[in-house]
């Protein structure tokens, strides 16, 4: 009968630790929720609204910082989802899921940081190889659900105390969290990016140099989007200048007579002294010259998704601060100096020649 009973117990658990593993036990269950949850959103978002196409996770990684293999995993429905709070809610504001699900989504969030804790402080997997830690781990969940729970009752015998457990459970608790950070910051830091303060070239992070604005001037080939974005904030002070990314003669009469207005020398050459006078702050209400240099240039970042109309809309500010997120600038949905300047040092020519160029008509003029 103890032979029965001895296999019969065996089985069980190796069972319970095959549904640990799968997620589809205690410890899996609310990040199973989130993942199919996150993926619902991803699946039945269009980009941009109404073009019943749905973002490409390429871009939708770009936009929150991450490597692609990264957000598939978070996306993967076959195992807990482990994104990090910041990423539940940065998708939900890019794909635009349901208002009354995003609460719904960080409580999932909360429970599956929980049960990932749990697991990790019982040896992972389901089999308990530190029990009095699960005991501890136990105790301190259910103090932090309910207060009042464990204070006035009375232990059974035989059990650890929980004050006794304290300083091992702060100590633990401390060690999470600074790995994690570490995690984060190596996740969300990536080579290259700097900070606002790095951007603006004041006290950049050790190690990285600040980003330095390009420099243009006159010449044959086609700057692109700089170009075009160059041009349209000289139209937006009042010059007229063809848009179409070629630094010709007219464009370099408009500069020179631009520095002239504002004191700087008039060489023609636009960079890092004649770029900060240029640029405006975008938000609500801007005018639709430097309002569509904005789009162009976050719809040239990554795989864009960006619509380049003119107006700037919701859609265009939630990009805006999707970019800032990326570059570790303040979260203001407003295009500002530093956020000016990661855009345009975060450009790169096209794979193919642009619309504009494959045109059989003329070139662009200044839009309507």
């Known amino acids: 009968m103890r032979i029965a009973r001895l296999f019969r117990m065996t089985a069980e658990r190796g069972t319970h630790v095959g549904r640990e593993q799968r997620g589809e036990g205690p410890g899996g269950e609310a990040g199973i929720e989130l993942a199919r949850m996150l993926r ?9 609204p109404g073009s019943g196409r749905r973002p490409t996770q390429q871009a939708l990684a770009l936009k929150l910082g991450i490597d692609q293999t990264t957000l598939s995993r978070y996306l993967n429905v ?9 990423v539940v809610e940065t ?5 635009r899921a349901p208002a009354e699900e995003l609460e719904q989504a960080r409580k999932l969030r909360h429970r599956a940081l929980r049960e990932n804790t749990r697991r990790q402080a019982t040896g992972g997997g389901g089999e308990r190889l530190a029990p009095m830690a699960d005991e501890a781990v136990s105790t301190a969940l259910e103090q932090e659900s309910d207060p009042a729970a464990g204070s006035g009752e009375r232990r059974a015998p035989g059990r650890p105390g929980f004050r006794r457990l304290r300083p091992v459970l702060i100590a633990g608790a401390v060690a999470l969290a600074f790995a994690a950070g570490m995690a984060v910051q190596e996740r969300y830091v990536s080579p290259g990016h700097s900070s606002a303060a790095g951007a603006a070239g004041e006290g950049a ?28 904030l000289l139209n937006a002070h009042g010059f007229t200048v063809r848009t179409d990314g070629f630094f010709r003669q007219d464009t370099k009469d408009a500069v020179m007579e631009f520095q002239q207005r504002q004191g700087l020398p008039a060489d023609g050459k636009v960079g890092r002294k004649t770029w900060p006078e240029l640029v405006k702050e975008v938000g609500h209400g801007s005018g639709r010259f430097e309002v569509r240099a904005v789009q162009e240039l976050l719809d040239n970042v990554g795989n864009g ?10 859609a265009t500010a939630e990009d805006v601060r999707a970019f800032q997120r990326s570059e570790h600038l ?10 000016w300047l990661a855009l345009l040092v975060r450009q790169s ?9 494959r045109s059989a008509g003329t070139l662009p003029t200044t839009p309507a």
Do not use: C, I
């Open 305 to 314: 998704g960006t619509e380049v109309t003119g107006r700037f809309t919701s």
């Open 205 to 232: 992070p050790q190690g990285m140099a600040p980003l330095e604005w390009p420099v243009l001037y006159m010449a044959k080939e086609d700057y692109y989007t700089r170009g075009r974005v160059l041009q349209y």
């Open 330 to 339: 303040p979260v203001t949905g407003k295009v500002d100096v530093d956020t």
């Open 78 to 86: 076959e195992r807990p989802s482990t994104a990090p709070l910041q």
């Open 349 to 357: 020519p096209p794979s193919k020649a642009p619309a504009y160029q």
């Open 91 to 95: 998708l939900h504001a890019l794909l």
């Open 40 to 48: 619902r959103w991803w699946e039945e978002a269009e980009s941009p």
